[in-house]
């Protein structure tokens, strides 16, 4: 079942920071060649490792990799081995929350939080969670679908969720993982008491 919302306009404060900056600065990340080509081929990438997520210590979010985007290809954002689930949007911010609940190998829930958004379709959860830069098709059907005026629209960028258990789309000005806490009931939406481990700020 896709449910599919549109959100009221609200600019937020946003910033765009690597792992383990916690101070809200806006902090950015320099880019990094990786081989012969163009500039358009040139990557950035962060590794992240969240201890105590499990005994095996694996990294649970993966390498970041933001791809100079020129239509053709899908940049990865964000990755994560856990299941999340749509857990709450909230009008008055315009916030969607994605949550993992601890489980037999992580004792904190980790959570995605969307901020700034506009327009969302969706399944209720998704398991093996990928985010991506969505497709210029993909773009440009939510941005029609937002109903943004063109002077806006370069405040929003559509990411795409891809996962073994359904796909989705989401326009919003920020994405943060917040990792925090074992009572998935009683956590804030925001990043009260929870550490920021990643956060970017997008922009078309």
């Known amino acids: 079942m896709i449910t599919t919302f549109v959100a009221p306009l609200i600019v937020t404060d946003t910033y765009y920071a ?21 500039k358009t081929q040139s990557t950035k990438h962060v590794s992240l490792r969240m201890p105590g997520s499990g005994s095996s210590g694996i990294e649970e979010v993966a390498p970041l990799a933001i791809h100079a985007n020129d239509g053709s290809s899908s940049a990865i954002l964000f990755r994560s081995q856990r299941t999340f689930t749509v857990w709450r949007y909230g009008v008055g911010h315009s916030q969607l929350l994605l949550r993992a609940v601890p489980d037999s190998g992580n004792t904190l829930c980790l959570d995605l939080l969307f901020e700034g958004v506009r327009a969302m379709q969706l399944v209720t959860h998704y398991k093996t969670l990928e985010l991506h830069t969505a497709s210029d098709s993909e773009s440009q059907q939510m941005l029609e679908f937002s109903e943004l005026s063109p002077p806006w629209r370069e405040r929003y960028r559509v990411v795409s969720l891809h996962s073994k258990s359904g796909s989705g789309l989401v326009l919003c000005s920020r994405i943060s993982a917040l990792r925090g806490g074992e009572d998935p009931v009683g956590l804030p939406e925001g990043p009260e008491g929870r550490e920021v481990v990643w956060s970017m700020r997008l922009q078309s």
């Open 18 to 38: 690597p792992a383990g900056n916690t101070s809200g600065s806006d902090t950015r990340l320099l880019p990094r060649r990786t081989g012969p080509g163009p």
